[in-house]
DNA sequence: ATCACTTCCCAAAACGTTTTGGATCCAATT
DNA sequence: AATTGGATCCAAAACGTTTTGGGAAGTGAT
């Protein structure tokens, strides 16, 4: 492999000059410049980055840590959209991705500064973890440049961006209201993700907003895969047989809660109205088809990254919040009070029209 | 941040002697490397692993490109579980991976070859490219430590890891015919895309094995999305209306399918079967679930990156097979001749055991 | 002729490791 | 007493860049 001292010496010049021609350098001729550039062509050179990289000690690398989404069983639909985002921004500004995959096991064995001095990432996006994990204790004090997706973590290195998550669930149980439900049960991923809580708590604040008595028979928590919204489903039922509509903190979640439904002869929309939250793919494939709060999460992951290249070219981190939207399709109907009329009396204007109607709804 | 040189000083030892001590070399006394090792813990120590790689010209990382699989709109739920095998089988030999994302236009800017050297990765898996693309050549000719999924290519550096496609079509096919059909569509994927070419070949061939004539008619193409799907469908139910099956070469194409024959009120199995491959997780929460060639996906990843790191050692490459299966679901049934009985009776061995009673088909 | 500027170039240091090729010391063997 | 051999250590080179702090030559003005 050719190096910057093969092409000085082909050159004629000194290695320097090679270095400060090639990077555009104003003290080296034009002459001389296009000589070095011909050579280095012919020579089909390479810069090596990493020597760069030990130099500048800056590598042009970002870290992308992400928690039990990719580990065979749980693939979580959404991490490829943001992926998708975060390489889009990143490319722009030549840089790449390193994958980092920790389970709480690996978290024990190797601390985040660690795993990210030793590869020398410039910076550090990460998605997927719970409260619990050991490495949000170690992201509020590091140094290193970080931004977390739905995490809520401010300091002087770490941002993070996320939906408006109590929003988010707040315009789904509105609708769910406004539509005529009273008796509405949640399906709510685990306690120790920082969404369900604040998920939950959007779910409260509708209630509250329309005098509605919280009652917690009414929540019941999965895992976030469709077989715990299944399973949660049929708790619900069995333990509050009186609601008439769910709001699932996930698609997957309300899949499996659509699917125990279908198990148990509940029709929906027409016997129990379902909603869930993400809009993944999956949710237009289904039957019904999923009325849900859209999620961007290609722009998620896309200011993700921007966000983390601002940090590390020293400006202050901050929260990004990207606008969701209420998605209206197939799995919600008008509930009415009148026990004759019920399940028998559709909406029009709601049910007729499963396009992407939707309520934008920035924060 | 600490380096060796602090230790060496701290612990009145030279670097080589500190270097040594934390490589286990045996040129070292007990004493001092418990010494050593006390110190750069105290220190919090961290290998820069930049500068290791620079002199051992070795980065203990593999690249991992993957072509359109990442970018909006095209979210191929394939590649997720690829990548999670991938992961695993590198974690455990300390490699960890780096994203390259290429477009066809990307393609055109930076050869092969230079996106991989220029970051110096020991080696890569490449994963989603057509036989069109530019580095599909390049490859061929490489010295880089390169391993495909489903792109056959075997050179003194290069081997790869896939399905048997021809077989795993040809036993879709052959299912469709024992189940009675005759008049067998075929959707496939891109033309120029390897394992397209391979299911087609596995589609005559077992329409020659059982004397039914090949009719290119009964032959759409679509590009592996749920919509193309759908298109290919339609123009299939347009163009040969007497077809009673058809073979797609993805589950997403043969979702499609299942979508377009519900709007055109074919019904699912009972007026036309469906069977997909790949077997993603969608497969079975539409309905009717997709009877399906079910593809090893984890397995193939993790056996691409175990071929990678033999490769990189120095062992000659080959090409890995992965044995697929058939999967009988809900979206495949009898079809009899007697055209009174057809659409009405049901072959309850095949109908009534919608689990994964599979044909294991190692090759 | 001198001075002050430009313009163009370079030697050497630095980045943090690993590796090479001994050197030193001490004990055991001849 | 001299030799061998093992155990323990180290100085220096190497990896491929970038950067620092100049130096030399040329030009124009004084």
Known sequence: ??????????????????????????????????????????????????????????????????????????????????????????????????????????QGKTSYERLCKERKVDGTIVQGLKLSDPYIEQIKSTDIPTVLIDIPILTERVGYVSSDNVKGAFDAVNYLVQLGHRKIGLINGHKDAAVSIERLEGYRKALEHYGIPYDERYVAYGDYTQQSGAEAFKKLLREVPQITAVFCASDLMAV????????????????????????????????????????????????????????????????????????????????????????????AAVQQNPGERSNESAS
Request: with cysteine.
């Open 256 to 347: 499996g809660a659509l699917k125990a439904a279908g198990e148990m002869g509940k029709k929906v929309p027409d016997e129990i109205s379902i909603v869930g939250f993400d809009d993944i793919e999956l949710s237009t494939l289904i039957t019904p088809n999923l009325t849900t709060i859209r999620q961007e999460k290609y722009r998620i992951g896309y200011k993700a990254a921007e966000l983390l290249l601002s940090i590390i070219r020293g400006e202050k981190p901050r929260h990004a919040v990207i606008p969701h939207r209420l998605v209206v399709r197939q799995s919600t109907r008008l509930y009415l009070q009148d026990t004759r009329r019920a399940g028998h009396c559709t909406d």
């Open 1 to 106: 492999m050719p190096t910057i001292k093969d092409i000085a010496r082909l050159a004629g010049v000194s290695v320097t000059t090679v270095s400060r021609a090639l990077n555009g350098y104003s003290d080296v001729s034009e002459a001389t410049r296009q000589k070095i550039k011909k050579i280095a062509e012919e020579l089909n050179y390479t810069p090596n980055s990493i020597a760069r990289g030990l130099v500048m000690k800056k590598t042009n690398t970002v870290g992308l840590v992400v928690s039990e989404i990719i580990k065979p069983g749980v693939y979580h639909p959404f991490f490829l959209e943001v992926l998708s985002g975060i390489k889009a921004a990143l490319h722009r500004s030549g840089y790449d991705i390193i994958l980092f995959t920790v389970d709480p096991e690996s």
